[in-house]
């Protein structure tokens, strides 16, 4: 069967190529490719690193201090770790303008979701019906990926927002804090459910039990600086696993700048040897483009330009806004804190909506190892005060991340600008929020308030943090899938409708982007994308 080149190996590309190698074909995966540094002393927990640790303030705060984030009442709550630094490391070429968009990129082998947090949430019925394929064809590779991957979960209270999948392991083990507010919750449920808001576990890709040569999560505190024992899933892991077929090929350190087309039909992939400045030229006539939306839309235009001699501007980008709302559970005051536990969201809260498809997505995390001079940088007193409260304050402190849905609108755009100084043309970005955002955001937020008081928390207005547009990496919407044929948009099964056996893996191709996290999504339409190219 015919070679399939594939760009990118973050979690699209790698559950796309896994599953044309299930398929006997030939799959060759180009990349950029930065590897992740060798984990340090696995054993470890946390609380040992900084005791043991030659360097404990280099590790968690990097060389030059570069993980401290500093006070600001408009930065971040949380920067990256140190250690974390290779996968937003950008090769030359590569420059962005944006306006009204922060973007990230990552050209790490797993791409972005090296760093994710690891939340699964199957789309449901609702959430699809503006996705033209059927629904089923979603579930089973939902199915599909849960057993390559394992996720942890239960079948509870969010079941209503979750579809429940195949493969499902027992939950990780709750933290003191999560488990008294998920017994609040318990006693509060019809107050609560008479306000459109539920509570329950969140489904996450962090093992429970050993599964695929990974061991069961050991709850060593390290979440935050990078799993060091494989427990929560990345996709490199799957890129490792692709490695073991003799039908694979992976050409690492090589920045993609176009599909080089005869006509409408891929010759060849163009682009650079990092290490050298050489020019690269791989013969391709069956390309996929898994690269993140934004660097695929780049190669797509880079493309389009060098036949044409210009490209258009690609509307309709998307991303999840998303709000952080820190709270306090006065029962969790003056209790000490467990270190050796699972640091992201084990619970979360849905809110309905009058649309189901504009459900308001929560994450509900207690702040255990997480750095705390943010929280303590914002209370109304001096640092060192500040932070004897914090450590008073510690076990009861929490933060819900507000999710919201996106759409595709026009002005939201994606093109190609000026040459830069490397000779390559500039990625512009702009993006407009959607009129009656603020409003929207302003009785979500009260929502979350008022069913945090009902769980028994104090959250402070002021302390709620809308985070910049861009900053959920859940980047959408450029190239649709759609019924209709049109220029610029993908058939259902996930083909280009400008450039012949181009095959869009990642949510470029994405019509709408519901509140929840995309990446198992992203995973599945890849699986879902090679199924139906390439039939038994």
Known sequence: MSDVIVVGSGPSGVHFARTLLERGVRVTLVDVG?????????ELGLVELKEQLPDPAGYFLGAGLEGVVLPDDDSEFYGFPPGKDYIFRRPPGLEVESRGFDALFSYAQGGLAETWTAGCYPLNAAELSDFPFAVSALESAYDEVAQRIGVSGDVDDLSRFFPVHGHLQDPLPLDEHSE????????????L?????????????????????????????RCLWGCPTGALYTPSATLAECRRYGSFTYRGGVRVDAIELD???????????????????????????????????????????????????????MDNRQVLVPFMSPAMLGKAYEPRTYQYHLLGMGLTAADPRHYVHCQITTLKTALLHPVAQQLPVGLASGLRIVNLLHAALGVVNVNFHDTRRPENR????????SGQPVLQIEYRPPTGEAERMER?????????????????????????????????????????????TSTP??????????????????????????TFTLMANAVRVARDAFRD
């Open 34 to 42: 930065h590897p992740a540094p060798a984990p340090v002393a696995p």
């Open 180 to 191: 008294r507010l998920l017994r609040a919750y318990d006693r509060k449920r019809e107050r």
């Open 193 to 221: 459910n008479r306000m459109g808001c539920w509570v329950g576990r969140t489904r996450v890709a962090t093992l429970s039990r050993a599964h695929a040569g990974r061991p069961a999560c050991s709850r060593l505190g």
């Open 263 to 317: 006509g409408r039909r891929p010759r060849a992939l163009v682009g650079v040897e990092l290490a050298t400045g050489a020019p690269v030229r791989i013969p391709a006539d069956r390309v996929a483009l898994a690269a993140g939306a934004l660097s695929s839309a780049r190669i797509f235009l880079r493309s389009i330009q060098a036949r044409d001699g210009r490209a258009p501007a690609l509307g309709g980008l």
């Open 414 to 421: 994606v093109r190609l600008g000026d040459i830069d100084e």
């Open 444 to 488: 979500a937020v009260g929502r979350v308030r008022k069913a945090l008081r009902a769980l028994g928390c104090f959250a402070p207005r002021r302390q709620v943090h809308v985070r910049p547009m861009g900053a959920s990496v859940h980047y959408a919407g450029l190239l649709p899938m759609t019924r209709e044929e049109a220029p610029w």
């Open 493 to 518: 099964d996930g083909r280009s409708r400008d450039i012949e056996n181009l095959y869009l893996v990642d949510g470029i191709g994405f019509p709408f982007l519901p509140a929840k996290n995309g």
